[in-house]
RNA sequence: GGGGACGUAGCUCAAUUGGUUAGAGCACCGGACUGUCGAUCCGGAGGUUGCGGGUUCGACCCCCGUCGUCCUCGCCA
């Protein structure tokens, strides 16, 4: 046996007992007749003292080490004198006094910033990754997720649901995401795909009978990539047969809840709030509203249409939209802050952010003297404007005034600092729409997937105003932030070829492409839903994090390569003939 | 593919308008020190300023190219 504790276990009771410990060594002071070292594992951090009658073999082993070096350490444990306690450390009262001391194996310096709180440059921390390891907040990220993980596993099996693992190599589908494509040895010319999503795999589950299937599974996709999207990240994959949509949000709030509440430490209350994917976007220009903080979006179109402002003017003739916010008289603005705004917006294509004070006796700013008092008034009813306040105003078509003005929201939002990354705000989004045009294409695409079900009373508007109907899809946001998405599926055939002609794609394309999906529909598939959610994600946002980097051990970097091995790298031709390609 | 920021010692950063020998903290090496916990004190070593080219009497600084990292738009059913 190397060692008989961890560094993160001895307490004043152990005193007098003889341990051993092994890890790292953190720090070293050397007071010349005293030295102390702090030894370091990821269970915590325990201080050791060599003291001047301690044996000359370990006074000499003790003065050599530096920091990083692995030892192994025995000595007696002893309650340290009160004054020299360190409350910030969970074995802060205790010390142990060295009577042997062995060198494991030197280190040389480090090259990545390992103290609590610093960190060194991204590149650097990918290739040393294993370093960052031992810096408290990587360990506690990794042990984060674990915990995430494993409370995950606790629910969807005392849920009565069935793990089922599932292939990474699949033929590739022409929807969706970029494929990573995988190269066949025996049959040249042909391609794997990777998994994109279990989707129709899960699905096959359900008509096969499993009746309730969840897993937690690596998917990948060939596109670029973001501070929150990774080539490869991980999904929790549910599935359920016999649902409606309160079904599948029971199961997937109530995780949430417990995610929450044990990984978090938040409370929140349930049942989590409900908003249409329409009234997001009308009072918060997002699919996806961040509901930490109000300043919630109208749409003022109607009450400034008269106005002689010609921006407000011209827009709304041209069937365009202004949309205001009304900004409490508590969150102050300089002028440099009114002007910077027009970069928010303009990132979305609107020209710029009109304002006014709701000054006394008279409202001042740009906008102000386009007003009538009867606007005024009519604005400060709608708004809930208050005399102190500013109003900002965001005019365009549109496609362009509602997400920007989500943008500046979340940009006031951040401004005044009301988006705390310790509180948790989770709210469904349900009845978006089944499909949207694809104006560049000319063709309907679908929004969530083409295998999302059309809500029963719109099925008729299929033929009629496909653009109308909604589906029976919901996304669980939080924090602004997607952080689950699902559906009710299409179990009918008849309805799933009507969805692929809408699509624009044929009976035959269809048959070529998801035949073998298709078929299985045509044997008995029951009602079935369930949705997908995004581990790292969930993993970042519970922990206050905005980067999934942090919440995974070996990320990619924006140019999806792996700076500590070097992938993606050339292969040997002896490979790639194997293979059968040749590279142009 | 587009836009933006950054790249200086092992690590984190500084360096005035383009001007003397590119500095500091930590780490490392040597020394002192019996209660520290970011120990302290004395001394030392450590630099192709990412790389290549250009402008200039003179470039870490300006220009061009290139490589890398990050953010972002497009993209991500």
Not at 413 to 438: I, M, T
Request: include cysteine; charge should be negative; glycine fraction near 8%.
């Amino acid at each position: 046996m190397m060692r008989t504790h961890t560094c993160g276990e001895l307490r004043a009771a152990h005193a007098g007992t003889t341990v051993t410990l092994c890890g790292w060594v953190q720090n070293r002071r050397d007071h010349g007749g005293l030295t102390f070292v702090d030894l370091r594992d990821r269970h915590g951090v325990t201080q050791f003292v060599v003291e001047p009658d301690a044996p000359q073999a370990a006074r000499d082993e003790a003065a050599k080490v530096r920091l990083e070096w692995v030892v192994r350490i025995t000595g007696v444990v002893r309650a340290r004198p009160t004054e020299s306690r360190n409350k910030d450390r969970a074995t802060g009262e205790v010390e142990i006094v060295v009577t042997a001391f062995e060198v494991l194996n030197a280190a040389e310096p480090v090259p990545v910033a390992l103290a609590a709180g610093e960190r060194s440059g991204e590149d650097q921390e990918l290739k040393y990754r294993y370093l960052v390891f031992r810096r408290p907040e990587m360990r506690e990220a990794l042990l984060r997720r674990a915990r995430m993980n494993h409370v995950v596993r606790d629910h969807m099996v005392t849920r009565g649901f069935t793990e089922v693992e599932t292939p990474s190599l699949l033929r590739s589908t022409p929807e969706g995401a970029r494929d990573y494509l995988v190269p066949s040895r025996v049959h040249p010319g042909s391609f794997y795909a990777l998994l994109q999503s279990p989707q129709l795999l899960k699905q096959l589950l359900m008509i096969g009978g499993m009746d309730r299937y969840w897993q937690i599974v690596r998917c990948f996709r060939d596109e670029d990539l973001r501070a929150d999207r990774q080539p490869e990240f991980t999904q929790l994959d549910v599935e359920m047969s016999f649902c409606d949509e309160s079904d599948v949000q029971d199961v997937a709030e109530t995780l949430v809840h417990r995610l929450l509440k044990e990984i978090a430490g938040v409370d929140v209350p349930r049942p989590f709030p409900h908003v249409t994917f329409s009234d997001a976007m009308e009072r918060f220009g997002s699919d996806k509203p961040d509901l930490r903080f109000g300043l919630e979006v109208r749409d003022v179109s109607e009450i400034v249409r008269e106005s002689p402002f010609v921006v407000f003017h011209d827009v709304v003739a041209a069937g365009g939209v202004v949309r205001a916010i009304a900004v409490p008289a508590k969150h102050a603005f300089t002028r440099k802050d009114l002007d910077s705004l027009r970069t928010v917006v303009a990132d979305r294509g609107a020209k710029g952010v009109a304002w006014c004070r709701i000054a006394e006796p008279d409202w001042t700013g740009p906008a102000a003297k386009h007003l009538s008092p009867a606007m005024r008034a009519a604005l400060v009813q709608a708004t809930g404007a208050e005399t102190g306040g500013t109003l900002l105003f965001v005019a365009g078509t549109r496609e362009i005034a509602i997400p920007a003005t989500g943008d500046l929201r979340l940009h006031l939002g951040s401004h005044f600092g009301l988006r705390d990354p310790k509180s948790f705000a989770p709210v469904w989004v349900d009845q978006f729409p089944l499909l949207e045009w694809d104006a560049d294409g000319k063709r309907w695409n679908a929004c969530h997937h083409p295998f999302t079900a059309p809500l029963a009373e719109d099925v008729a508007l299929l033929a009629s105003d496909p653009g109308k109907v909604r589906a029976r899809a919901y996304d669980l946001a939080m924090n602004g932030l997607e952080l689950l998405g699902g559906s009710i599926r299409i179990h009918q055939p008849e309805i799933q070829a009507s969805m692929f002609r809408l699509l624009g794609i044929s009976d035959e394309e269809a048959q070529a492409r998801f035949g073998w999906f298709v078929e299985a529909l045509r044997y008995g598939a029951p009602p079935h839903g369930g949705f997908a959610a995004g581990m790292d994600r969930l993993a970042a946002v519970l922990a206050g994090l905005t980067s999934i980097r942090d919440v995974i051990a070996f990320p990619k970097t924006a140019a999806a390569t792996d700076l500590m091995t070097g992938a993606p790298s050339t292969v040997d031709g002896k490979q790639l003939a194997e293979l059968g390609i040749r590279l142009v």
